[in-house]
């Protein structure tokens, strides 16, 4: 195998990197349809992902991003359904109105009633955060059953939350489940298909939170 060690980076400046990987997804992207207020997560998420499919796969309820934004700004929390999304959503920006970040899915009390009843850990842990996290935004981005769950809860009438960013990858129930999101009217970031993932979930609220903090 040749190895090419004479490659010389762009730029190693971190600023420019981000910014000149922004201007690559734009070029390449070409035309769409989002809004100019929902471009930005589309533009993150590709960012994240390295891929436009995904990207233009996304969908949005038309509230989605005030939605989004007007949960931040009034402090609400973000639930993550897994540690890797908790992990990767940046806390600074919440933190400054307020907002945190809390995940269920590894407390003693959720393992314990997930294994009474045989069942996922990803459903307790909504049905927790339900009771914890009222308007919050729900960021989904590892675990069908979870959405699956919230979306129950809504029909119900037992949970409201600010904004649902279901977007969990894989085979089995994961684009059920977010077509399944995306007939509900409520504010709500989704994709089409098995694509999805932490990351996609994480780069959503990010994008939403920088949003947040540039127009507060
Ligand atoms: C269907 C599930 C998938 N999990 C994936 C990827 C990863 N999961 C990790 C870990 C450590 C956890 N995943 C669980 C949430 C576990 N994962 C599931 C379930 C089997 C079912 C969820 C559902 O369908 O709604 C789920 C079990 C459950 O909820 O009871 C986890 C709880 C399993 C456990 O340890 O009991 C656990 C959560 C840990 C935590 O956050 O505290 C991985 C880190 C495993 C790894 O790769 O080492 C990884 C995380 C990847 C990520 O970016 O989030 C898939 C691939 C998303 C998969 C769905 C694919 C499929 O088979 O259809």
């Known amino acids: 195998m040749e190895f090419h060690t004479d490659f010389k980076p762009l730029t190693v400046q971190p600023q420019e990197i981000e910014e000149r990987s922004f201007e690559m997804i734009t070029e390449e992207l070409g035309e769409h349809s989002y809004t100019a207020e929902q471009y930005p997560v589309v533009q993150r998420v590709i960012h994240a992902s390295a891929d436009f499919e995904l990207g233009r796969s996304l969908v949005f309820h038309r509230d989605a991003i005030r939605a989004g934004i007007e949960a931040i ?7 993550a359904d ?33 294994k009474r009843l045989n069942t996922t ?11 914890e996290a009222e308007g919050g935004i729900y960021a ?9 769950e ?3 809860l809504v029909k119900e009438g037992a949970a409201k939350p600010g904004l649902v960013i279901g977007v969990p990858v894989g085979f089995v129930s994961a684009a059920e489940s977010k077509e399944e999101l995306a007939k509900l009217d409520i504010p709500f970031i989704t994709n089409i298909g098995r694509k999805g993932g932490s990351p996609v979930a994480v780069a959503a609220v990010n994008a939403i939170s920088l949003m947040a903090e540039r127009t507060g």
């Open 73 to 79: 700004r009034a402090g609400r929390p973000v639930v």
């Open 82 to 114: 897994v540690q890797m999304v908790q992990v990767g959503i940046s806390k600074p920006r919440l933190e400054k109105f307020g907002s945190t970040v809390n995940v269920y899915i590894s407390d003693r009390d959720v393992m314990e009633e997930a």
């Open 121 to 131: 850990r990803a459903i307790i842990s909504i049905r927790k955060a339900i009771k």
């Open 140 to 148: 989904i981005g590892n675990a069908p059953t979870a959405l699956l």
């Open 150 to 152: 919230l979306i129950r």
